[in-house]
């Protein structure tokens, strides 16, 4: 018999109180030992339509409900009596009639006699009564979808005139009721005019091992697994993935490939399920898994235990590491010491004294750090051949060969001076290791993995893809453009890193609500192109949960902003939001005195994250404010000033956007942006949404 684990049993879990839940350990634990459950008091649930429900008595109060069968055992919910009891009579599991895939259906008649949604009325068909045409034809969203057509993605057959009478405003209280598979694809069609078609099932599967029985039930294959799985709080994504995120993870690459989307659609997750399936699938392998910062590669180590035990064998092989702190290591192995980085004042006190010594004239200062920075170190320029030769992608300033023959020198005496100290740099670091790894037969990793590509200075992916053996799974990266906040653009091709033909991008937004994920896609082009000529369509992406507009506030001074923030913090407060579930962002370090102030005296204001928003990457809150977005703070004076030329300063005010986008997307219910009179430009794409 097959023991499984649903999702709807998790969720009802963790809202119950941590003495409940050890009781509940204990009795998942005893029916998955002993699977008729005699100590646990198995009584069939009378008033159920589904003759296989059952509950376990865990204590005077709780109860589990399962799912029996000859073939099977499902935990499927866990609750206070009355409470377990209605849930599983207003249900049943079955396997969809068209798509083969288990189901936890809500009875539709049931639904509608315990808790009918307050913005979407029940459609009780009449036979031989034509339905209202007019109004209805301009508003109804699926209206012109046929019982062929709804029953191929998943939609329960008594659901499917409710789904045909949905208007757009009724359609989220519907999605709630519906399978998530049928709800995405409804939500794909609303968004594009296009049903997606189902994707192919393998032959092999049975009703619970259907790609999109596996989004809702894991099965459990014995009593580690399941005390794995009860060990940590639970993670929808650490147990259950969408059928395209697992079919990212269980593919087999023969050369780099990249996973992409838009923020939220769990770029991260298929990284780490990656990670996770190579440990586990060679006893042997040894698994990188690196993020751009330490504290994104802190979480990621946290993650990976919700997804294996440390007894297991598997989280030891897996390294999680920043970019710099992998290189570091590599670095101090090589050389027995930690490499001493020039600072960007240091670079501008040795960029001012060789151009003096060289005489150079008709280059400024901010040119030269720029083009030192992004053009010479960022590649490992190391002669005139080379620098005459370089394509300088993203940069308008042309430079002809005489030009380039007079900075040369400039750059020779900074390299050398910085030699003679001692100092290096980060490109040069991951350069000199890149070039060692290339002539070495073996690596010390069978596998890397790479999250927050999309911020992978031309150096580092030289360092990454030298790392990587050169043979199937031997390197895999996660990331999204629109999220690239620290980078140039550039071609990986160029560096050896192709990915044409094994890029894939995720299409279902799980982290923001529909309304603030839409706002925030107003920053960024509808469609984003790579150097490499790979496209992000933006488009088709659907958030699978509504909630309230982002709000743009504007003040005519601090105090006037800082007192809004407050109410509405004290608001969300109010609403059984967790201090530690709010985030305040702010353009600069400078600034996060003024959004502390605004939240001073409140109920667990020392829980709240107050951060810069190049801090957010990674980070999620069910509530964001991005305060202080002034004129000359958003986008910033200081960078939009320091541009070194044309194509520069367009870089920059993108990068600004894509900075602001990050920030926003970390919100999944409520967005509030405020700022003191004049405000950002950004304020006018949000506006524009809301009107």
């Not at 969203?141 to 208007?167: C, E, K, M, Q, Y």
């Not at 200081?638 to 367009?650: F, G, Q, T």
């Amino acid at each position: 018999m097959n023991f499984l684990i649903a999702e709807t049993f998790t969720a009802s879990f963790n809202r119950l109180s941590g003495v409940d839940q050890k009781a509940v350990k204990a009795s998942v634990f005893d029916l998955q030992m002993d699977r008729s459950g005699p100590g646990l008091q198995l009584h069939r649930i009378d008033n159920s339509k589904d003759p296989n429900f059952w509950s376990a008595r865990v204590n005077r109060d709780i109860r589990l409900i399962v799912h029996k069968t000859k073939e099977s055992l499902l935990v499927a919910y866990v609750d206070h009596h009355d409470a377990a009891y209605a849930w599983a009579e207003r249900r049943r599991i079955e396997a969809h009639p068209r798509t083969g895939a288990v189901q936890i259906v809500e009875i539709r008649e049931r639904v509608e006699e315990v808790a009918p949604p307050a913005t979407f009325d029940f459609v009780f068909p009449e036979p031989g009564k034509e339905e209202a045409k007019e109004t209805e034809a301009s508003t109804l969203l699926f209206s012109s979808l046929d019982d062929n057509a709804l029953l191929s993605i998943g939609v329960p057959a008594d659901w499917l005139a409710d789904v045909r009478a949905a208007t757009e405003d009724g359609f989220f209280a519907l999605a709630a009721h519906l399978p998530a598979e049928a709800s995405e694809a409804l939500l794909e069609f609303a968004a594009t005019g296009k049903l997606p078609a189902p994707a192919p099932v393998p032959a092999a599967s049975t009703p619970f091992t259907h790609p999109d029985a596996l989004r809702r039930i894991r099965p459990i294959a014995d009593q580690e697994e399941l005390e794995q799985a009860l060990a940590f709080p639970w993670e929808k994504w650490g147990v259950f993935l969408h059928p395209s995120q697992r079919a990212l993870v269980e593919r087999s690459f023969a050369g780099p490939a990249r996973v992409a989307g838009s923020a939220g659609t769990g770029k991260t997750i298929v990284a780490l399920h990656r990670a996770v399936r190579l440990a586990r699938e060679n006893p042997a392998a040894k698994v990188l898994l690196a993020s751009f910062s330490q504290p994104l590669a802190d979480a990621l180590a946290k993650k990976l235990l919700v997804l294996a035990p440390e007894t297991g064998g598997v989280v030891p092989r897996i390294t999680t590491a920043s970019f710099r702190g992998i290189a570091e290591q590599m670095y101090q192995l090589e050389h027995g010491v930690r490499p001493r980085i020039a600072s960007d004042t240091v670079l501008r006190e040795r960029l001012r004294a060789a151009a003096a010594a060289a005489s150079l004239k008709g280059f400024s200062e901010r040119f030269l750090l720029s083009e030192w920075t992004n053009v010479v170190d960022a590649w490992g320029i190391s002669s005139l051949d080379a620098y005459s030769t370089v394509e300088r992608m993203g940069r308008k300033s042309r430079l002809g060969p005489n030009q380039r023959g007079r900075l040369w020198p400039v750059f020779e005496a900074v390299r050398a001076a910085l030699m003679a100290e001692r100092y290096t740099t980060w490109a040069s670091v991951f350069s000199d290791l890149a070039k060692a790894l290339e002539g070495k037969p073996s690596k010390p990793f069978d596998h890397v993995v790479i999250d927050e590509a999309q911020d992978l200075a031309p150096a580092e992916l030289r360092f990454f893809a030298a790392l990587a053996p050169a043979k199937v799974n031997g390197l895999f990266l996660s990331g999204d453009i629109g999220q690239r906040i620290f980078q140039h653009p550039y071609s990986w091709a160029s560096l050896g890193v192709e990915v044409r033909g094994r890029s894939h991008t995720l299409k279902v937004c799980y982290r923001t609500s529909q309304q603030i994920r839409r706002a925030a896609d107003r920053l960024l082009p509808t469609v984003l192109r790579d150097s490499d000529g790979l496209d992000d369509e933006r488009r088709g992406i659907v958030s699978v949960f509504d909630g309230p507009p982002p709000e743009v506030e504007s003040f005519p001074n601090v105090t006037a902003e800082a007192e809004a923030v407050r109410k509405a913090v004290d608001v969300w407060l109010g609403d059984g939001i967790a201090p530690h579930e709010i985030g305040l962002f702010v353009r600069m370090p400078e600034l996060v005195a003024r959004a502390r102030t605004a939240i001073d005296g409140l109920a667990g204001a020392a829980e709240m994250v107050i951060a810069p928003m190049s801090l957010a990457k990674g980070l999620e809150f069910r509530a964001v404010v991005i305060m202080a977005c002034d004129e000359g703070i958003l986008p910033l004076d200081e960078r939009v000033s320091d541009a070194a030329d044309e194509a520069e300063l367009d870089e920059i005010y993108e990068t600004e956007r894509r900075l602001l986008y990050v920030a926003c997307t970390r919100a999944r219910e409520h967005l509030l942006l405020t700022g003191v009179a004049p405000t950002s430009e950004y304020f006018a794409d949000f506006k524009a949404e809301a009107t």
